[in-house]
Every structure is written in C-alpha cells, then in structure tokens.
T-cell receptor
Framework: ETGVTQTPRHLVMGMTNKKSLKCEQH?????MYWYKQSAKKPLELMFV???????ENNSVPSRFSPECPNSSHLFLHLHTLQPEDSALYLC????????????FGPGTRLTVL | GQNIDQPTEMTATEGAIVQINCTYQ??????LFWYQQHAGEAPTFLSY??LDGLEEKGRFSSFLSRSKGYSYLLLKELQMKDSASYLC??????????WGAGTKLIIKP
C-alpha cells in the first residue's frame, strides 16, 4: 500500500449507531488531518494531529471523536450522528509545518439516515 | 472574517486556455495552494505560491499577487482529463489552512 488509505469507502448508518472511520498513511509523515467535505462548500478542517498530539479542534461536535494511536494511523469515531453529518470525510497527512503539501486519502462517503 | 472566493463553475473547450481566479481575505498570509479534485477522488496537490509572480509547471501555471489578495491558476492546451474541481487554499498568519469552495471546470470537445 502506498500513500493515504481510508476505510470504509462508503458507510450508511442510523442515528443511533456507533461506527469508526480509519485512515492510514505510508508516507512517513508526522501530521494527520480529518476534513469534512459537503457539496459546494469549502473543506472544513475538523482535527489536526502533530506527532500524535491533537493541536486543532475547530469546534467539532462531541459526536465526532478522533483517535491517533501512532503517527501512521488516525481514526474518527462516530456516535449518534445527525442527517446533516452526511458528507465526504477526507483524511490527509503531511510533514509537520505549515509549508508542506497535504496528501489526501480517497475519503469515506458517509450517509446518516 | 476569513474568506476565499472562486467561481463556482467554468466551461472551456479542449485545446484552449482557461484561467481560474481566486481572491482571498485572510488574517495574514503564509502561502497559497492549488489542488485538483476529480469527481469521487481525493484532492491532489498542484502548486504552492508564497512570493508574488508566476510559477510554471508544464501545462499549469499559478500566479500570486499578495498586495491584491489574488491568485489564478492557468491551464493551457486543455485536455478532457482536466475536467475536475480546482481548490484554492490559503495559510493564514496562524497557520490555519483556509479553503475555497472550489471551481468545477467542465471541458467540452
């Protein structure tokens, strides 16, 4: 495997379910990101981890819970979501520091019923 | 507030040239990125500008004017595979990456 991978690629869940999204990067990067992408809206940064430490939480609802066990893996735990949370969830990684390009995974298309 | 403006959609003809504009109002500036995103796929990096001027990379060029808060992406010799969304993003003074909503480019034969 190369680059940034995400599983599952598609997920349909009810509002009472608990599920997790997984991201793995094979690039040796030390920063990882979760984004939400809704149709015709800018990418919304949700969480940032540098060297496994969370450095950003842009007022994301607590029904989204990130976990970064090591610099290669990132999870997004989902619990009691709302239909408006339906979107494409993208994971990205980069070298730590502001000038480095981010490499994106293919995303998980989430539908909340 | 922080804002990045791009046209929502543009149409161009195969073989032609198209310019996609991006204007930004951010709290400080530490660089501007352009990404390409094909439908159903991940965004991929195209260019990074931090100084004024034109950066050329094959058929794609990116221009920056910091005093005007303005950038454009220039695509030459358009190919059908260039049909995609093009995302502009700016690093602000707090090193937050602010994203535009993207410009959907449609290429017609």
């Amino acid at each position: 495997e190369t680059g940034v991978t995400q599983t599952p690629r598609h997920l349909v869940m009810g509002m009472t379910n608990k599920k997790s999204l997984k991201c793995e990067q094979h690039l040796g990067h030390n920063a990882m990101y979760w984004y939400k992408q809704s149709a015709k809206k800018p990418l919304e940064l949700m969480f940032v981890y540098n060297f496994k430490e969370q450095t950003e939480n842009n007022s994301v609802p607590s029904r989204f819970s990130p976990e970064c066990p090591n610099s290669s893996h990132l999870f997004l735990h989902l619990h009691t979501l709302q239909p408006e949370d339906s979107a494409l969830y993208l994971c990205a990684s980069s070298q730590e520091g502001p000038y480095n390009e981010q490499f994106f995974g293919p995303g998980t298309r989430l539908t909340v019923l | 507030g922080q804002n990045i403006d791009q046209p929502t959609e543009m149409t161009a003809t195969e073989g032609a040239i198209v310019q996609i504009n991006c204007t930004y109002q951010t709290s400080g500036f530490n660089g501007l990125f352009w990404y390409q995103q094909h439908a159903g796929e991940a965004p991929t990096f195209l260019s990074y500008n931090v100084l004024d001027g034109l950066e050329e990379k094959g058929r794609f060029s990116s221009f920056l004017s910091r005093s005007k808060g303005y950038s454009y992406l220039l695509l030459k010799e358009l190919q059908m595979k260039d049909s995609a969304s093009y995302l502009c993003a700016v690093w602000d003074s707090n090193y937050q990456l602010i994203w535009g909503a993207g410009t959907k480019l449609i290429i017609k034969p």
